[in-house]
């Protein structure tokens, strides 16, 4: 390790380069990289091995060996961590072997997908209202502030029994979590809010249980003893997260994607079977985690010929994996019709692979679809090249996504002036 120059290896993560919010990672950066699996230089000090072909990415993810506890020394951190504390104990994302999979177990039937097709109504009247909120307020609109973010907190408060009264206060607090410019007190100050609004729940929860996850892990697991409050926040923190910024962020870039190649939104529009195919497509071309995993090594591992000793660091590009020539020929083209587009790793793979992936799934499929159906003529307010995204993210997203659509009144007594009216009279009893 002492042979290495960290100064002289490419700095990273790597951002898109301007204006090209498609292209995860530039000519520039992509010609620094020396073989498939090379060093590159972390953002706090030190170095790791980065893995970027699909089958390699693979391997590591499911290698045992690995950790992915960012407060083990050595570990190749990528985003500012918060100081360990009790509260975030069971934000199990971070924990390994046996922690990781008692924690994951009791989560799972949360989100089997005959649970997330119970759910389904919920958002698909979450997305309406949302989408005759805009229409209702006529263009221009931001279609993060008044789409995106709105249906996956709405959701995630749905999933979980947080009022979404309080959706504001938690969407302030996950974006400075989850921002890289974002300092420990911050973090912390973010953080200890969110514990604070989760822990008052969680209290109410056990006097007066509701049909929620928060309230099924208190009965469950809490109150037998077997899973502590302080864990019990951490998970619900991790979902409170995890559950809305990654797929508000997929909504927001797969609307500008399609903006960009009508064809595909004409098409979704004649024919909303085509929706699975096209989110795991935009999923693959996307790639929001744009910084890919990082682990550390914990024992000596082969990866693609190469040697990864114990006690260095390795992070799985998964957004390189994804546009890899050996499974997705022409990857840099957005097709939905691509053979083995199911392959993509967007989600990650092994044992930490996204618990929430139906939910997300059923998010973005509904929310495409609606839109494609109820704003034919949507289109983006400034050129695609304008649209300012948030290059300090954990996850890759737009800040703003700027849009207009020429409005036609609904003819009186159809379907959709009654939604209109609903959905004011909604909006109305939220407030
Ligand atoms: C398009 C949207 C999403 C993407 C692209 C995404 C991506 C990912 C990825 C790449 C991982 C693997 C992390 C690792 O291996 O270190 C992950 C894990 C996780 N995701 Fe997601 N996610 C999405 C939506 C969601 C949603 C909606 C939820 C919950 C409601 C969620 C909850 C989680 C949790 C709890 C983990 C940790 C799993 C574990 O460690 O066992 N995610 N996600």
């Known amino acids: 390790m002492s042979d290495v120059d960290v100064a002289e290896l490419p ?22 990289l020396d073989g498939p699996v090379t060093r590159v230089r972390l953002p706090f000090g030190g170095w790791a091995w980065l893995v970027t072909r699909h089958a390699d990415v693979r391997a590591l993810l499911r290698a045992p060996g690995l950790s992915s506890n960012p407060y083990r020394p050595g570990f190749p951190v990528l985003n500012p961590i918060p100081p360990e504390q009790e509260s975030a104990a069971g934000a199990f994302i971070y924990l390994d072997g046996v922690e990781h999979s008692r924690l994951r177990k009791m989560l799972l039937p949360e989100f089997m997908l005959r649970n997330i097709r119970r759910i389904e109504p919920l958002i698909e ?50 974006l400075a979590i989850m921002d890289r410019a974002s300092g420990p007190a911050e973090i912390n100050a973010a953080l200890g809010d969110l514990g604070a609004l989760l822990f008052e729940l969680i209290q109410a929860k056990r006097v007066e249980p509701g049909d929620d996850l928060l309230s099924r892990l208190t009965v469950d697991y809490v109150v037998p003893g077997e ?108 097709d939905p019709g691509r053979a083995d587009v199911h392959q993509h790793l967007a989600f ?19 929310a495409l679809v609606e839109l494609a159906r109820r704003l034919p003529d949507l289109r983006c307010a400034v050129p695609a090249g ?13 800040a703003e996504l700027p849009v207009t659509w020429a409005t036609r009144p609904a003819p009186p007594g159809s379907d959709d002036a009654a939604r209109a009216g609903d959905a004011g009279a909604d909006r109305a009893g939220r407030r």
């Open 227 to 334: 899973l502590g409050v302080e864990e019990l926040l951490g998970i619900g923190m991790l979902l409170l997260i995890a559950g809305h910024e990654t797929t508000a962020n997929m909504i927001g870039l797969s609307v500008l994607a399609l903006l960009e190649h009508p064809e595909h939104l004409a098409a979704l529009r004649d024919d909303p079977e085509r929706a699975p195919d096209l989110v795991e497509e935009l999923l693959r071309y996307l790639t929001v985690v744009r910084a890919g995993l990082p682990r550390l090594a914990l024992e000596d591992i082969e990866i693609g010929g190469q040697r990864i000793r114990a006690g260095e660091g390795v992070v799985a590009m998964l957004p390189l994996a994804n546009r890899d020539p050996a499974v997705f020929p022409d990857g840099d083209r957005l």
């Open 11 to 32: 700095a990273f993560p790597f951002l898109s380069p301007r204006a090209q919010p498609f292209v995860p990672v530039g000519e520039p950066d992509l010609a620094r």
């Open 386 to 398: 304008e649209v300012p995204w948030r290059p300090n993210a954990v996850t890759f997203g737009l």
């Open 125 to 174: 009247q979450t997305v309406v209202d949302a989408l005759e909120r805009m229409r209702a307020a006529g263009p221009p609109a931001d279609l993060i502030s008044s789409f995106a973010l709105p249906v996956t907190s709405m959701t995630i408060c749905h999933l979980l029994g947080v009022p979404y009264a309080e959706h504001e206060r938690f969407q302030r607090q996950s």
């Open 348 to 366: 990650g793979f092994g044992v930490h692979q996204c618990i929430g992936q139906p939910l997300a799934r059923a998010e973005l499929r509904i």
